[in-house]
């Protein structure tokens, strides 16, 4: 989604992107409740995949919803409630490194023994470091968090 792209083509490509992952929070806003988006369910929804999780938020978070678009390159039409969506989408992404959604609500494991705070430790950074990979595999997402 990186803003270097010229061509109608690539830009017209760039908006539907953004378009698919916009209207993809908006149908999961829409059927849970924006308030209910957390952390743990971007992550399910995701399917454990940090990439895949950030690039959709990524998207949603980067829609415009003033973009006239030009003669050349169609508009893509964006949720009435974006600015709710880009809230919660926002609210997710920050909840991903939650231990919540890093243990998945886990307690013990099925032998009923404690899992010592060592194997937690390296779980614990094991899915930071996955979330830090996805984060810096997409180009211009920090960008985007920011503005």
Known sequence: F???????????????????????????????GYDQIS???LWEWASGDATWALLLVKGAIAMAPDDPGDGEVAVVAVPGDLAELKRS????????????????????DVTGEA????????????????????ASSIDGFIDVLVE
């Open 39 to 41: 952390g743990r369910v």
């Open 89 to 108: 989408a926002l609210e997710a992404a920050l909840g991903l490194a939650a231990p919540d959604v890093i243990f998945g609500g886990e307690t013990d």
């Open 2 to 32: 990186a803003p270097c792209y010229e061509a109608p083509e690539e830009v017209r490509l760039l908006r539907a992107l953004r378009g698919v992952c916009c209207w993809a929070f908006a149908a999961l806003g829409r059927a849970v």
């Open 115 to 134: 899992i010592s705070i060592h194997m937690r430790s390296a779980e614990q950074t094991l899915h930071r470091a996955e979330l830090a990979v996805g």
